[in-house]
């Protein structure tokens, strides 16, 4: 389908515009050119609004004027009219019909409320014969042609187009718009109708005569029931693993550069805990400390006195002038008496002149002579106990010396810590994503340890169904009744089989050759031809680009241009492997790209025009030398844009070819 | 209508030998790409295309 013209009736900033795209050169490329404010994405809206009933591009619709011109509004007050009416006509062609989509509104002059809408689709085949289609029917017309849910792939922002791999796109929604796209969902259908009126329609039929194709029927169903629910599962499986990837990538690009904040922030958080820790032990240190000197004040102050005391009494005692343990008095009775008064024995003579000897030789009483003794046992200890001075001491500076070093290294990589993490503003973050990384990389693991369960779960179910398909061909082989329904259930089987094995092969064939297309259109559009090596895409048709020297996945640090130029060529690939003829509206197309990529985009797209209407809507600016030089030659047309309020003080826009 | 090339490349290569097969599943695919609702003409047009085959 192409454009042809586009007519617009007081639609926003449009008080009456007619765009014709007539296809005038070999390249069916088509350039509108306007300023900011002009309405180029008004156009879109336009657009949108004439085919689906609605302006996605609106910046915010709640707070957006009426969809009338309020120009044309304030003049058919004027006059008089209660209404005043918005229309926008396209004309478009297809296979040799002319199509118009016309779609109507009237807004009421006095409350600027708008009214109900009209769609009407009007069709004009070669013959002349012309049909006229309205309401919910001129809506399906419009979604054979360009389907509602595939729109964004026709008419796009330019200024957009770099979140095109992004996380609104999750899901299978990709995948079902290329499916749709490329007609692999009728496939889908075919085969599911086949199916259902196999099933429904025959098999029950013939089951009611025979039970047992009956009840094959049935385990049939549930089968197919089950490998549907568990494709669902696998899908949304996928999903969520390479969504986990995707986090896990762009969690490692935010935190490049800062992988060991969050290690180094905890660190610092844990030396900061041990220096408060060190502090309370020097604290009881110094306690120690002045326990310490007040013990060996005392001890040290009188050492040389207790020596000389133990000293004195040790002399004593070495003289013998110290009495024994036994009282004098009952060693002088016991002389008295000549019997020892502990044994009860006889002493003779020599042993009294021994005691007398001894008792003579004693210079102080028993009582004094106990004295000395436990005076001299103190003395003793205090002395053995100053004499651990050195070593004590020794071991306390140490102790103390350790505390005080273990504080100081501990300063010094607080420090160092700190300094590296005051780097980065914001270790929240840091912190935030390093979670979220190690949670989907815990995640994935589980993800694909459930995938592989419920892939062999799919395999079983996949041959389960096989068998019971061969069970069901044996029965109703064996069943001579129906012969006209057999008939007719063989047929369809054999119609679903040849449709499913054209759509398995399509769907991994478009995917492949999408693949390629992509990555040959990207290489011609950006200017750095051999960083990437190629493209994947997977199951669920996300874009994963690879880099040549890591050849891991590196779409999330492309810059915004390479992003929109990957999409663009991704958009092109898609139309071309599906053969889809739709036209391709960009406004914006090349905000975000700089003059080597402008050229080599205008390149790629004079080609594609070749055999694609292209539309493309340009800021003044944005249509640069590098651009115009390649456009201004081939395109089939060239529209500016152009305001009329500076010239009449009235609001419209003029197109001038 | 079915316009992807390669979808009927595909059913050209796969009903060959089978001319009926090849028209059946056209206009299963026309049918389809129209819009609507289906079973019941699905099973009509099984029908005239099994009576159909081989004549």
């Known amino acids: ?657 | 209508m079915i316009q992807n090339k390669l979808i009927l490349d595909k059913l050209e290569e796969k009903t060959k030998n089978d001319p009926d097969m090849k028209k059946f599943i056209e206009v299963l695919m026309d049918k389809e790409t129209e819009g609507g609702q289906f079973t019941k003409s699905y099973k009509q047009l099984i029908e005239k295309a099994t009576k159909e085959v081989g004549k």
């Not at chain 1, 329904?485 to 092969?505: D, G, M, P, S, W």
């Open chain 1, 1 to 657: 389908m192409r454009f042809e013209s586009i007519k617009i009736k007081n639609y926003r900033q449009y008080q009456d515009l007619i765009v014709d795209f007539n296809k005038s050169s070999e390249n069916d490329l088509h350039i509108l050119i306007a300023s900011n404010g002009v309405g180029k994405t008004n156009l879109l809206n336009a657009i949108n609004w004439c085919l689906f009933g609605d302006e996605p591009h609106l910046a915010n619709p709640e707070e957006s004027l009426s969809i009338c011109n309020l120009q044309s509004l304030e003049e058919a007050k004027e006059r008089g009219e209660a209404n005043c009416n918005v229309s926008i006509e396209i004309t478009a062609s297809s296979n040799y019909k002319h199509i118009s989509f016309i779609r109507e509104i009237p807004v009421t002059t006095a409350t600027n409320f708008a009214g109900i809408e009209k769609l009407k689709t009007i069709i004009i085949d070669q013959s002349g014969k012309t049909e006229i289609f309205k309401g919910n029917i001129a809506d399906d017309i419009i979604n054979q042609y360009l389907p509602r849910k595939i729109r964004e792939y026709f008419f796009f922002d330019g200024e957009q187009l770099h979140n095109y791999f992004g996380a609104k796109r999750a899901g299978t929604h990709v995948k079902d718009s290329i499916h749709e796209i490329a007609q692999v969902q009728a496939m889908t259908n075919i085969k599911n109708h086949l199916n259902n009126v196999a099933r429904d329609e025959y098999q029950k039929t013939i089951g009611k005569i025979n039970p047992k194709i009956d009840e094959i029927a049935n385990r049939q169903t549930d089968a197919i029931k089950r490998s549907e629910n568990g494709q669902k599962e696998l899908d949304q499986l996928k999903d969520s693993i390479q969504l986990s990837k995707e986090v896990i990538t762009k969690n490692d690009e935010n935190i490049a550069g800062t992988g060991s904040l969050v290690e180094d922030n905890k660190r610092y958080n844990d030396a900061i805990e041990e220096l408060k820790k060190l502090k309370v032990k020097k604290e009881q240190m110094k306690a120690e400390i002045q326990k310490f000197v007040r013990k060996y004040t005392v001890l040290l102050n009188t050492y040389s006195i207790n020596t000389a005391t133990y000293e004195f009494i040790e002399e004593k005692r070495k003289k013998g002038v110290l009495p024994p343990d036994i009282d004098i008095k009952l060693l002088v009775q016991s002389v008295d008496d000549h019997i020892c008064v502990v044994c009860e024995q006889d002493i003779n003579e020599i042993v009294e002149k021994h005691i007398c000897d001894k008792v003579n030789k004693l210079e102080v009483s028993s009582e004094v002579s106990h004295k000395l003794v436990e005076i001299k046992n103190d003395v003793y200890a205090a002395i053995e106990q100053a004499e651990h001075y050195k070593d004590e001491k020794k071991a306390l500076i140490s102790k103390s010396k350790e505390i005080d070093d273990k504080i100081q290294s501990i300063e010094i990589e607080r420090d160092k810590l700190f300094v590296r993490i005051s780097t980065c503003s914001d270790i929240k973050s840091v912190e935030k994503w390093m979670e979220e990384k190690y949670y989907n990389l815990e995640l994935l693991e589980i993800n694909n340890k459930k995938l592989g369960v419920i892939e062999e779960q799919i395999e079983k179910v996949k041959q389960e169904l096989e068998a019971i398909e061969r069970e069901m061909k044996k029965a109703l082989s064996e069943s001579d009744k129906c012969e006209e329904l057999k008939v007719y259930l063989q047929f369809t089987n054999r119609a679903a089989q040849i449709v499913k094995e054209i759509e398995q092969e399509i769907m991994d064939e478009v995917r492949t050759k999408i693949e390629k297309e992509t990555m040959e259109l990207f290489k011609k559009l950006i200017w750095k031809t051999h960083t990437y090596s190629h493209i994947e895409l997977d199951s669920n048709y996300r874009l994963q680009l690879f880099h040549q020297k890591t050849n891991a996945s590196c779409l999330g640090s492309c810059s915004a241009a390479e992003r929109s130029l990957l999409a663009l060529a991704f958009t092109i690939a898609l139309h071309k492997v599906s053969g889809h003829e739709s036209l391709l509206f960009i406004d914006t197309p090349v905000a975000r790209v700089s003059d080597v990529n402008r050229e080599k985009f205008a390149s790629v797209l004079i080609e594609v025009s070749k055999a694609k209407q292209i539309i493309m809507a340009f800021t003044p600016s944005e249509y640069s030398p590098e651009i115009s030089i390649l456009f201004d030659s081939v395109a089939s047309s060239k529209i500016k844009l152009q305001t009329d309020e500076i010239t009449t003080q009235k609001e419209g826009v003029q197109a001038i070819c």
